[in-house]
């Protein structure tokens, strides 16, 4: 990480990777490797992880555990700035 315990502000962003947006770039929009069927596919995991609010995997439960982990490595008083992707 970037930031450590002499941080006295962290900044991180969260979002395209962990709502799977470079497979939707492959699967729906590159011609050599796209198709409905992958897109569809990839479109339907995307739509599972944003509106997932409780599970594991969905981007709440993901946002918290980022931010959680970011969290252990700063001193109490740091302060942390997330940048998230417009979903």
Same mark, same amino acid.
């Given at each position: 990480? +970037?930031c450590?315990?002499s941080?006295?502000?962290?900044?991180? !962003? $969260?979002?395209?990777? !962990?709502?799977?947006?470079? !497979? &939707?770039v492959?699967?729906?929009? &590159? @011609?050599?490797?796209?198709s409905? !069927?992958?897109?569809?596919?990839? +479109?339907?995991?995307? /739509? =599972?992880i944003i509106?997932d +609010?409780?599970? @594991?995997?969905g &981007? %709440?439960q993901?946002?918290? /555990?980022?931010? $959680?982990?970011? /969290?252990? =490595?700063?001193? @109490?008083?740091?302060k #942390? #700035? +997330?940048?998230? %992707? @417009? $979903?």
């Open positions: 990480s +970037l450590d315990w941080s006295d502000v962290c900044s991180s !962003d $969260l979002g395209g990777n !962990d709502v799977g947006f470079g !497979d &939707i492959i699967r729906c929009f &590159i @011609p050599l490797t796209s409905e !069927d992958a897109c569809d596919t990839v +479109l339907g995991n995307t /739509r =599972q509106t +609010l409780e599970g @594991p995997n &981007i %709440y993901r946002t918290k /555990r980022a931010l $959680l982990s970011l /969290r252990e =490595q700063l001193k @109490p008083e740091a #942390v #700035v +997330l940048a998230a %992707y @417009p $979903l």
